[in-house]
């Protein structure tokens, strides 16, 4: 398995990609190809020992994609940017996977013009996940779209249950559509008329409506929306988490010498608190619907976040989620083609 990293993305670029990629290679024995500028990503390398026998391989390009660039205008002009190449790399089955941490809309819109969309899908999701006490909560769309058909809502709610299904190893993942309320007529007409639709599916466990409360809960297994509520959720759980942590911290240094002793007392199960709500641990979040893995990390991704992004990816490919999406699709066509048939043989016997 070999995955394509724009070396050039990002708010730490070179420098902590590339460590990042090092340490995902040694992790998990998968080879890399940096994509960027040849002589900044050597410069990098060459404080890691040993890098040379784990698979690492360099691909020069010379230009690259800006955060404040337009997306389609970027990714059409500059063809031998890093993010460009590095999709073209997947495309060309050089690579299993891409990924970026530089501008989102970007890396969309590689992902769609280079790889495609998957046939039968209107528009790719972001998904997302986010930590609960009861595992994983999968998010989706969590900033690809930010505005949505119902269709392209239950395409969401199909390729999520997938991935938390043969990534996460969740058995019938259960599926609920963001909304202001349990009651089937909640929501606006968005809301209303995809729930018409999900409720008719076979092939999705959905479980209704499910309330903000309900995703930090982990009441769901995935919850999908359109990428404009996903992305505002996804921001305000990661300010929240950072607030609520350093609220302890500062009560704990104001309060005198019992609180710090407390602290002391607490400090393992802190630690493991603060695993849990560090956006690291995952990396990197899949951009589902594309004819190929396509890995986005935020910009603010540290060598930690980008070693995590790559076993994403290599749970995305060994998880055969693409083949998994195209054989849903089929089957989801096959049961729609049946009951038309079905409702016309029973129309013709009246």
Same mark, same amino acid.
């Given at each position: 398995?070999?995955?394509?990293v724009?070396?050039m993305?990002g708010d730490?670029?070179p420098?902590?990609?590339?460590?990042?990629?090092v340490?995902a290679?040694?992790?998990?024995?998968v080879?890399?190809?940096?994509v960027?500028?040849?002589?900044?990503?050597?410069?990098?390398?060459?404080?890691e020992q040993?890098?040379?026998?784990?698979?690492?391989d360099i691909?020069? *390009?010379? !230009?690259v994609i800006?955060?404040?660039?337009?997306p389609a205008?970027?990714v =059409?002009t500059?063809?031998?940017?890093?993010?460009?190449?590095?999709?073209?790399?997947v495309?060309?089955?050089?690579?299993?996977?891409v990924l970026s941490?530089?501008s989102?809309?970007?890396?969309?819109?590689?992902?769609?013009l280079? %790889?495609?969309?998957?046939?039968?899908?209107?528009?790719?999701?972001?998904? *997302?996940?986010?930590? *609960?006490?009861?595992g994983?909560?999968? %998010?989706?769309?969590s900033?690809?779209?930010?505005d949505s058909?119902?269709e392209h809502?239950?395409?969401?709610?199909?390729?999520?249950s997938? #991935?938390?299904? #043969?990534?996460?190893g969740?058995?019938?993942? =259960?599926?609920g559509?963001?909304?202001?309320?349990e009651?089937?007529?909640?929501?606006?007409?968005?809301a209303?008329?995809?729930?018409?639709?999900? &409720?008719?599916m =076979?092939?999705i466990?959905?479980?209704g409506?499910a309330?903000? =409360?309900d995703?930090?809960?982990?009441?769901?297994?995935?919850?999908?929306?359109?990428g404009?509520?996903?992305?505002?959720?996804?921001?305000?759980g990661?300010?929240?988490?950072?607030?609520?942590?350093?609220?302890?911290k500062?009560?704990?240094?104001e309060?005198?010498?019992?609180?710090?002793?407390?602290?002391l007392?607490?400090k393992?199960?802190?630690?493991?608190?603060?695993?849990?709500?560090?956006?690291? !641990?995952?990396?990197?979040?899949? %951009?589902?619907?594309v004819?190929?893995?396509?890995?986005?990390s935020?910009?603010?991704?540290n060598?930690?976040?980008?070693c995590s992004?790559?076993?994403?990816?290599?749970?995305?490919?060994?998880?055969?989620?693409? !083949?998994?999406?195209?054989?849903?699709?089929? !089957?989801?066509?096959?049961?729609?083609?049946?009951?038309?048939?079905?409702?016309?043989? &029973?129309?013709?016997?009246?």
């Amino acid at each position: 398995m070999k995955i394509a990293v724009d070396a050039m993305g990002g708010d730490f670029a070179p420098e902590q990609i590339v460590y990042g990629a090092v340490r995902a290679a040694r992790k998990y024995g998968v080879g890399i190809v940096l994509v960027g500028d040849e002589p900044q990503i050597r410069k990098v390398l060459e404080r890691e020992q040993g890098w040379e026998g784990l698979g690492i391989d360099i691909c020069h *390009t010379t !230009e690259v994609i800006e955060m404040g660039e337009h997306p389609a205008e970027a990714v =059409r002009t500059k063809k031998d940017s890093s993010l460009v190449v590095a999709t073209r790399l997947v495309k060309e089955g050089k690579c299993d996977a891409v990924l970026s941490a530089g501008s989102t809309g970007a890396a969309v819109t590689a992902a769609q013009l280079i %790889l495609k969309r998957i046939k039968g899908i209107g528009r790719p999701t972001i998904a *997302t996940p986010m930590p *609960t006490p009861k595992g994983v909560t999968l %998010l989706l769309d969590s900033g690809a779209n930010v505005d949505s058909k119902p269709e392209h809502l239950v395409q969401s709610g199909m390729m999520g249950s997938i #991935y938390a299904e #043969y990534v996460f190893g969740v058995k019938s993942p =259960r599926v609920g559509l963001l909304n202001i309320g349990e009651e089937e007529t909640k929501g606006n007409e968005q809301a209303k008329a995809t729930y018409q639709i999900l &409720k008719t599916m =076979r092939t999705i466990n959905f479980c209704g409506n499910a309330e903000g =409360r309900d995703v930090p809960k982990g009441n769901f297994d995935v919850v999908i929306c359109d990428g404009f509520v996903g992305n505002v959720v996804l921001k305000f759980g990661e300010g929240l988490a950072k607030t609520i942590m350093k609220l302890i911290k500062d009560a704990v240094k104001e309060g005198g010498i019992l609180p710090k002793l407390g602290a002391l007392l607490l400090k393992p199960t802190l630690k493991k608190l603060g695993k849990r709500l560090d956006a690291t !641990e995952y990396g990197g979040a899949p %951009l589902l619907g594309v004819n190929g893995c396509c890995l986005i990390s935020h910009g603010s991704s540290n060598a930690k976040a980008i070693c995590s992004a790559i076993g994403v990816a290599k749970g995305y490919v060994e998880g055969a989620v693409l !083949e998994r999406i195209q054989e849903k699709l089929r !089957e989801e066509e096959e049961l729609a083609d049946a009951g038309e048939a079905a409702a016309a043989a &029973k129309e013709d016997t009246i």
